[in-house]
């Protein structure tokens, strides 16, 4: 039996845990519901320390060679703490040291954006790609950046945030002090935002109810994807003309819209790029949708060797040796 | 005596080269002003070479680790080939093996903005600074990307065109294709374009001429300054964001006129980047200005151990033996 890693994504929602292989095959996985209730840190840490145990036990055989946490929020890469995280109870944390000390087992982090895009990258529709970069559709747009197999965290740990690139200089005001943020004008939010504004309805209609609109041949709902479409464009033209990556991929909900918003989008990426139109740049669908992060977080011990300390490399042997 | 290398910086002005030692000391240099008469490219590899071998032979004693050229143009990488040079009469022209041919000495390429960048991360402002950002204003916006130390290229090498940036959507038509591309808003050659659609001169007005103006006390000399700083801090804050490197550096012509463009250019960025405003980026000129390129040529052959085949160390390794 090959080597194994266990994947933990811990979302808002979910807290779900797999087993992988290095060929990327899930060997097994389970979920629970996130515990919300106030005060539920310890909960959510005793749920992934059962989740781990539980997977790791009825995988059996097999040197397990390490456990990898997507989180969504800030972490200190160096320290293994949770700065700061949306939706969870988590400020200040030392999250790796702590799991790492209930289990026994090396624990390595990740933001979930950034383990997103390095699952693409191992598994999905980045596999085989050196460098990329992921942009994730939501509430906001999120992204990681993997550059040469790794991600680009940055100084700070605070490397890609293409949500809050300008587009447009006098545009929609975002909560972080900046006008015409990217998120303000293509995430699932700004598609809700800018139907109401068109009057296509009140504060109960969807970003997939915008879609359905398009599709039934709406003229309103239909400029709310190009405008969509124009934003994710400018975004991305800029992007390539920084990084000049091969490839470029879209994840989230708005993707089944692609056909509404793709058009402008290519139609603005093709005008303002000339690196696009002279070279083989891709801008595609993300394929893993929300596995993603999970194949992110279980990639983290395979590629470890070459960016951790020897020191934790050291304790796992040892952990590998005791069994 | 310590190891040292030759960087050439080959300028559509003047072609210069220079031995540096492995401390940034520079040992000896040279320069000749660039042949530019018709066909002349063959005159100019002629050049190249008796400037290295003159530059060799005043050095003397010393181990040479290679010959590093900085090129304005197009290159690619892997072949050494000069696809396209600005004012160079290089077309798909292998320059590499032709002068590697003629001087028995590994030679190294590196497009010019790159080797200003890793020029300034080696002996100047980036000194000590692992990964930062060169901007180089002029008559276009050049740039640099370096990344732990290493010129971020691109699958193209086509990677660091902040140039072309959108900064306004609907801006300025920029001979790429796009509008309101950064260098239309923010280089040297922007700055006269206000100057004179504000009426402070006609087609012999420079960027130089404006500042004077500026510095005198005309208001819309200053508001030349203040929309070029704007500019300038839309596509700082896009790059704090995406990056998140400690260091971004502007070098230039403009430069000197920092005090009148920096302050709208500092209010924009904190205001577009919540990265800059909770981090300590800085953004600084650039210090070694037009040496940056040569020193960045220079260091090419000193960081060549990691980055470069080992067919050509072995072929180093025998040039030097045989000396």
Redesign the interface.
């Known amino acids: 039996m090959s080597a194994y890693s266990i994947g933990v994504d811990l979302g808002g929602t979910n807290l779900r845990a797999a087993a992988i292989d290095e060929n990327g095959r899930q060997l097994d996985r389970y979920s629970i519901a996130t515990p919300n209730r106030e005060g539920s840190r310890e909960e959510i840490v005793a749920g992934i320390v059962a989740l781990v145990r539980g997977v790791q036990e009825r995988v059996g055989a097999g040197e397990l060679r390490g456990v990898g946490i997507g989180v969504p929020g800030y972490i200190q890469m160096d320290t293994g703490v949770i700065v700061s995280a949306a939706n969870l109870p988590f400020t200040n944390f030392p999250i790796r040291d702590d799991v790492q000390n209930r289990l026994g087992i090396p624990i390595l982090l990740e933001n979930d954006a950034n383990a997103a895009a390095l699952g693409e990258h191992w598994m999905g529709a980045g596999r085989g790609v050196n460098?990329l970069f992921l942009l994730t559709l939501g509430t906001g747009i999120g992204g990681g950046?993997i550059?040469d197999g790794k991600v680009?965290?940055?100084?700070?740990?605070?490397?890609?945030?293409?949500g809050?690139?300008?587009?447009?200089?006098d545009g929609n005001p975002c909560g972080?002090?900046?006008q015409g943020c990217l998120e303000k004008h293509a995430s699932a939010t700004a598609v809700v935002a800018m139907a109401r504004l068109l009057g296509l309805g009140d504060n109960r209609i969807t970003a997939s109810d915008v879609y359905e609109m398009a599709v039934a041949g709406n003229g309103r709902a239909k400029v709310v994807f190009e405008c969509m479409g124009?934003a994710l464009g400018?975004a991305l033209?800029?992007?390539i003309?920084?990084?000049?990556?091969?490839l470029y991929l879209l994840s989230g909900g708005p993707l089944p819209a692609w056909d509404m918003f793709a058009p402008t989008m290519f139609a603005e990426v093709k005008?303002?790029?000339?690196?696009y139109?002279?070279?083989e740049t891709k801008i595609e669908k993300a394929t893993l949708g929300s596995e993603a992060g999970l194949y992110g977080a279980a990639y983290l011990p395979f590629q470890r060797k070459d960016t951790e300390p020897s020191m934790r490399l050291e304790a796992l042997q040892e952990f590998n040796d005791s069994r």
């Open positions: 460098s950046i550059i680009l965290h940055g100084f700070a740990g605070m490397a890609g945030e293409p809050h690139m300008t587009v447009y200089p972080c002090g900046n124009r400018i033209a800029n992007l003309n920084l990084f000049n990556f091969p005008r303002r790029s000339y690196t139109s002279r070279t």
